[in-house]
């Protein structure tokens, strides 16, 4: 996985509860910054309307390559790499850009299936989206 491999990143505010007694940030926090990360992709990305259609984990994975401390500066690429009928697969990855280098802290996947939020049932991925992501991807 290269930085190359991602068109979408974003800086992710670490705050001071995400800290633990060791200095690190707590690696459940790592999940929260995929999170935003993914929000804002999609936002930005889709303009999902999230009042709307909703997602819900089905699946998550991350390798942990480094510590992430308090000092450091998070940035956080992500990319869809799969779709299904209602099932939609992030890869992500995590750097501290502090100093000139990026130095990647964790990298993972989400799988995230499509739900209506009036009935709470799976849907298929609106056409609108799967185009979106499909071209902005190239997938």
Not at 41 to 53: C, E, G, I, N, S
Not at 56 to 66: C, E, G
Not at 92 to 118: F, H, N, Q, W
């Amino acid at each position: 996985m290269q930085n190359s491999d991602f068109k979408f990143e974003v800086s992710v505010q670490m705050r001071w509860s995400d800290v633990d007694h060791y200095g690190h940030v707590n690696n459940a926090t790592f999940v929260t910054y995929f999170e935003t990360a993914r929000i804002h992709y999609l936002l930005k990305v889709t303009q999902w309307d999230w009042q709307q259609f909703g997602m819900v984990v089905v699946n998550l994975n991350i390798d942990y390559v480094r510590p992430l401390e308090m000092h450091d500066k998070t940035l956080v690429a992500v990319k869809c790499i799969k779709m299904g009928n209602s099932s939609i697969t992030f890869e992500y990855a995590l750097y501290d850009v502090r100093k000139e280098e990026k130095k990647l802290c964790a990298k993972g996947t989400t799988t995230m299936v499509m739900i209506s939020l009036k009935d709470n049932a799976t849907i298929s991925i609106p056409e609108t989206i799967r185009k979106t992501l499909s071209d902005y991807e190239s997938l």
